[in-house]
């Protein structure tokens, strides 16, 4: 057994959360635990004064609702990671799909082009960026300030421009350059691995193919920068992406639950 397997579970803080967050944050990785285990861990967590414990289990590890009420937590999360082989550079839209909805979408005349870090952070861009974490565990948990969802989005795609958690940002226009930006995407590329983060396509753009478009030119960028293999990582329940990512060849990965518990509040109330 190796070190890590034999190492107790236990609170690990988080201490940039702790700090952009403005509370004290911490997480617990809960895989196989029993619920006794769990529920102590929880109420350490408690006597500690953490105010947002971040509780991760299998996806077959479903916590006990008492559990839940006792210690103020919600699933937030079913997390999905999908993967595709960047092998094949066939354009996505020329895959012929099974859905009648794909079949009939148009994929109409849309320019993509790299959003240049020295460009100023663009309130289009930043509203993408948001609508990019609708499905997100800090969107979805009510309790999670609203201010600190979107400052933690705004940083997310500020530091995507900047190139520190991306290589690149695409932007995509309906027509040219100078109209409103119809969708973004976020691509990094480490060793062998790209990895898509933030992906958005405007309201009044969809169904029209521009998702598309943007998987398809964030493999191209993967593949010019040397990676094999593709990944994304989602919410089991943002049905419309993890439809999408199939549908351009990506196959499960894995997945992980995750629970926000709120011990402190548990214990006030």
Not at 148 to 162: D, H, K, Q
Request: hydrophobic share 45%.
């Amino acid at each position: 057994m190796s070190n890590a397997e034999s190492r107790p579970a236990e609170i690990v803080p988080l201490a940039w959360d702790t700090q952009q967050f403005g509370f004290p944050v911490a997480r617990l990785q809960a895989a196989g635990l029993a619920t006794s285990e769990i529920e102590r861990l929880i109420g350490s967590a408690q006597a500690a004064g953490i105010e947002m414990l971040v509780v991760t289990t299998g996806p077959q590890q479903e916590l006990a609702n008492e559990t839940l009420y006792r210690f103020g937590g919600i699933l937030a999360d079913d997390k999905v990671t999908f993967e595709r082989s960047l092998a094949d550079d066939t354009p996505l839209r020329l895959a012929a799909s099974t859905d009648r909805y794909d079949e009939q979408a148009c994929i109409g005349p849309c320019e993509l082009d790299e959003y240049l870090a020295d460009e100023r952070l663009a309130a289009e861009l930043l509203g993408l960026s948001l609508a990019s974490g609708q499905y997100s565990r800090f969107r979805v948990d009510r309790r999670f300030p609203r201010s600190a969802f979107e400052t933690l989005y705004r940083l997310w795609i500020e530091r995507s421009v900047r190139r520190e958690l991306a290589d690149v940002v695409l932007v995509a226009r309906a027509a040219d350059r100078h109209s409103a930006l119809a969708g973004m995407i976020t691509v990094a590329v480490a060793g062998q691995v790209g990895t898509i983060g933030l992906v958005a396509v405007a309201e009044a753009a969809r169904g029209q193919g521009i998702g598309t478009r943007l998987i398809e030119a964030a493999h191209d960028e993967m593949r010019r920068r040397g990676a094999g293999t593709a990944r994304v990582v989602t919410q089991l329940v943002n049905r419309p992406a993890c439809g999408l990512y199939r549908r351009a060849g990506y196959r499960l990965a894995a997945t992980e639950r995750i629970y926000h518990f709120w011990p402190r509040r548990a214990a006030a109330a």
